[in-house]
């Protein structure tokens, strides 16, 4: 190859920085549908309900919240 053509290089590198991105992305949801748990659990306590719906919900909540959150992520 001729020293005077340029290099193409790919479009996705596989470098330590993609590797870095999802493991901040899996952390990140972590702690999303966490602190939904932990308000909905919070709450459930303290209304002294039987059946912890509040936790259940606020926990399906952050579930969609992170995945929407990771969604917008990826296509940047």
């Known amino acids: 190859m001729p020293e005077n053509e340029p290099k193409i290089e790919p479009e ?10 999802f493991t901040g ?9 966490g602190a939904f ?18 936790t259940a919900m606020l926990s399906l909540i952050g579930v969609f919240i992170s995945f929407y959150t990771v969604f917008k992520s990826l296509k940047n």
């Open 12 to 21: 996705h590198s596989t470098g330590p920085n993609n590797y870095l991105k």
């Open 25 to 33: 992305l899996a952390f990140q949801m972590i702690a999303i549908i």
């Open 37 to 54: 748990t932990y308000i909905g659990y919070r709450i459930d306590k303290a209304e002294n309900h039987q059946t912890q719906w509040v």
